[in-house]
């Protein structure tokens, strides 16, 4: 009842032509004077001193990296206080991850170019950033850095380190207690192809990680399966390698969710050509429903986030793109709402105030209302940005939803991968998300898993986690959403 009702209004709103819908009234921007800072890239979230607000830093052309403090839904530029860049080399990517196992969010930035040395810096209980420097293997030259991922890929509990790289082979780091040490490139499948995009995921739910590449100027896409002792790359035999592009074409981004609540994590690959949506089939293979899902649009992609922005309980897709020749570029951003799971509908024209990215994209409650709201970055020409926009969404709606915090069992953040599931009192799957390994552009946050719901009844809440023996999960039962209204419910494996 509750879709059917929405499914009209968004035909309405459709019918109308334009203006926000009668379901959502669209988007606010915030700060926008103090925002507008042309060359801005990556965006990433996480709260750094732990006081409950969701914080965020973005990477500029300029080598500066801002870090802004929440303040109750007031941000402040506080980076140069607490020992950040204001200027230096260009980092193209941002990564929060807790290396050191203390509970604070640490911080890596990644240099665009192969001459410049990567950026790790300690987060120092909230109060000031240091960087590492050389002491770690992680900050080395050359590498011309896309996506970076903390993530567990062999399960012994702790962090490890994932490098893309645009000119060169990507490398893999394990975590030890002292640091990190590189994985032999025979085991770790150091692909030597232009990647841009990496996303991890269980695939085929053997309880270990596996890994997508989206790799870019005309090279095939890889699939490195984790057969824990080593990487086998079965794009091929998947179909998703998608070989044969010309050079001007490629994949540059990837995203990870469940965006027909089957239970089972699919992904959209967006790309300079079309982009490309493959459905996790359960059996261990993927299928293309790019076409009959209504995403094979032609355009120049560069990023993709997932999130239920209207909590109808289907997420929904973010989508940053260009068009124009280098020196030109303008937006061309498609906001695909999710028709109940049976397809998409790209709604950008409702919402023309947040078709203004080229770059970063990242669904994030700020506020924490139970609305996502949208960080957004444009990198390209003098009028760029870094915006943030509060979703408008009633109290009501916003109400319906969940936010849950998925923790390690001493209270830290880093579990990349790791998948929730929501159920309602009968047993329907409502809904399943993954704690982010990489997406938007180039960014990791470390933020909540946000939900909508049908309703407010009580929902069962399941988390399963990557182990040496295997997929664990743990189920909490009689969660009633009320009660978390504002804050989040926290999971942890045990």
Same mark, same amino acid.
């Given at each position: 009842?509750? @879709?059917?009702?929405? @499914?009209?209004?968004?035909?309405?709103?459709?019918?109308?032509?334009?203006?926000?819908?009668?379901?959502?009234?669209?988007?606010?921007?915030?700060?926008?004077?103090?925002?507008? #800072?042309?060359? =801005?890239?990556?965006?990433?979230?996480?709260?750094?001193?732990?006081?409950?607000?969701?914080?965020?830093?973005?990477?500029?052309?300029?080598?500066? #990296?801002?870090?802004?403090?929440?303040?109750?839904?007031?941000?402040?530029? #506080?980076?140069?206080?607490?020992?950040?860049?204001? /200027?230096?080399?260009?980092?193209?990517?941002?990564? $929060?991850?807790?290396?050191?196992?203390?509970?604070?969010?640490?911080?890596?930035?990644?240099?665009?170019?192969?001459?410049?040395?990567?950026?790790?810096?300690?987060?120092?209980?909230?109060?000031?950033?240091?960087?590492?420097?050389? %002491? =770690?293997?992680?900050?080395? %030259?050359?590498?011309?850095?896309?996506?970076?991922?903390?993530?567990?890929?062999?399960?012994?509990?702790?962090?490890?380190?994932?490098?893309?790289?645009?000119?060169?082979?990507?490398?893999?780091?394990?975590?030890?207690?002292?640091?990190?040490? *590189?994985?032999? =490139?025979?085991?770790?499948?150091?692909?030597?192809?232009?990647?841009?995009? /990496?996303? $991890?995921?269980?695939?085929? *739910?053997?309880?270990?990680?596996?890994?997508?590449?989206?790799?870019?100027?005309?090279?095939?896409?890889?699939?490195?399966?984790?057969?824990?002792? *080593?990487?086998?790359?079965? %794009?091929? +035999?998947?179909? #998703?390698?998608? &070989?044969?592009?010309?050079?001007?074409?490629?994949?540059?981004?990837?995203?990870?969710?469940?965006?027909?609540?089957?239970?089972?994590?699919?992904?959209?690959?967006?790309?300079?050509?079309?982009?490309?949506?493959?459905?996790?089939?359960?059996?261990?293979?993927?299928?293309?429903?790019?076409?009959?899902?209504?995403?094979?649009?032609?355009?120049?992609?560069?990023?993709?986030? $997932?999130?239920?922005?209207?909590?109808?309980?289907?997420?929904?897709?973010?989508?940053?793109?260009?068009?124009?020749?280098?020196?030109?570029?303008?937006?061309?951003?498609?906001?695909?709402?999710?028709?109940?799971?049976?397809?998409? +509908?790209?709604?950008?024209?409702?919402? &023309?105030?947040?078709?203004?990215?080229?770059?970063?994209?990242? $669904?994030?409650?700020?506020?924490?209302?139970?609305?996502?709201?949208?960080?957004?970055?444009?990198?390209?020409?003098?009028?760029?940005?870094?915006?943030?926009?509060?979703?408008?969404?009633?109290?009501? +709606?916003?109400?319906?939803?969940?936010?849950?915090?998925?923790?390690?069992?001493?209270?830290?953040?880093?579990?990349?991968?790791?998948?929730?599931?929501?159920?309602?009192?009968?047993?329907?799957?409502?809904?399943?998300?993954?704690? =982010?390994?990489?997406?938007?552009?180039?960014?990791?946050?470390?933020?909540?898993?946000?939900?909508? @719901?049908?309703?407010?009844? %009580?929902?069962?809440?399941?988390?399963?986690?990557?182990?040496?023996?295997?997929?664990?999960?743990?189920?909490?039962?009689?969660?009633?959403?009320?009660?978390?209204?504002?804050? /989040?419910?926290?999971?942890?494996?045990?």
């Amino acid at each position: 009842m509750f @879709l059917a009702a929405w @499914l009209l209004l968004t035909s309405s709103a459709i019918a109308d032509g334009g203006g926000a819908s009668a379901a959502h009234p669209g988007f606010a921007a915030v700060q926008p004077d103090e925002f507008g #800072i042309a060359g =801005s890239l990556s965006n990433a979230w996480a709260d750094f001193d732990r006081d409950g607000d969701l914080d965020f830093v973005v990477s500029i052309k300029t080598g500066e #990296i801002r870090l802004y403090r929440n303040d109750r839904g007031h941000f402040v530029n #506080i980076g140069p206080a607490l020992g950040l860049p204001e /200027a230096g080399d260009e980092m193209r990517g941002l990564s $929060w991850g807790d290396f050191d196992r203390d509970g604070w969010p640490d911080l890596y930035a990644g240099a665009t170019s192969v001459d410049a040395s990567n950026l790790l810096f300690r987060n120092e209980r909230g109060r000031a950033f240091t960087s590492i420097g050389a %002491a =770690s293997p992680l900050t080395a %030259a050359g590498r011309s850095a896309r996506q970076s991922s903390w993530i567990d890929f062999d399960n012994d509990g702790l962090v490890d380190f994932y490098a893309t790289n645009r000119s060169g082979p990507n490398a893999l780091f394990r975590g030890t207690n002292h640091g990190f040490a *590189r994985v032999d =490139s025979a085991l770790a499948g150091d692909d030597p192809r232009p990647t841009v995009g /990496a996303c $991890w995921l269980d695939f085929d *739910r053997d309880g270990d990680l596996d890994l997508f590449l989206a790799n870019q100027a005309g090279a095939s896409d890889a699939f490195w399966r984790n057969d824990g002792h *080593r990487f086998v790359d079965i %794009a091929e +035999a998947l179909g #998703i390698d998608r &070989p044969g592009r010309p050079r001007e074409e490629g994949s540059v981004g990837c995203a990870v969710g469940d965006f027909d609540n089957d239970g089972l994590l699919d992904l959209v690959v967006v790309a300079y050509g079309v982009n490309a949506l493959y459905r996790n089939t359960g059996d261990g293979g993927f299928e293309n429903v790019t076409r009959t899902m209504g995403l094979d649009t032609p355009n120049r992609a560069v990023g993709a986030a $997932w999130g239920d922005f209207d909590n109808d309980g289907f997420i929904d897709l973010f989508v940053t793109a260009y068009s124009g020749p280098s020196g030109q570029q303008v937006p061309r951003n498609h906001l695909y709402r999710n028709l109940g799971g049976t397809g998409f +509908a790209d709604q950008i024209d409702l919402f &023309p105030e947040i078709n203004v990215a080229d770059h970063g994209v990242q $669904w994030v409650d700020f506020d924490r209302d139970g609305a996502l709201d949208l960080s957004l970055t444009r990198g390209y020409t003098g009028q760029g940005g870094h915006f943030v926009f509060r979703n408008r969404l009633s109290a009501d +709606a916003a109400a319906r939803s969940l936010s849950v915090q998925v923790t390690d069992n001493k209270g830290r953040r880093s579990l990349g991968g790791a998948e929730v599931r929501i159920y309602a009192a009968n047993g329907q799957l409502l809904g399943m998300r993954q704690v =982010s390994s990489g997406e938007g552009y180039n960014a990791q946050s470390l933020q909540p898993l946000h939900f909508g @719901l049908p309703d407010m009844e %009580a929902v069962s809440v399941e988390l399963t986690v990557m182990t040496r023996k295997g997929r664990q999960t743990r189920r909490y039962g009689g969660i009633t959403p009320a009660t978390y209204r504002g804050r /989040a419910l926290r999971v942890s494996p045990r």
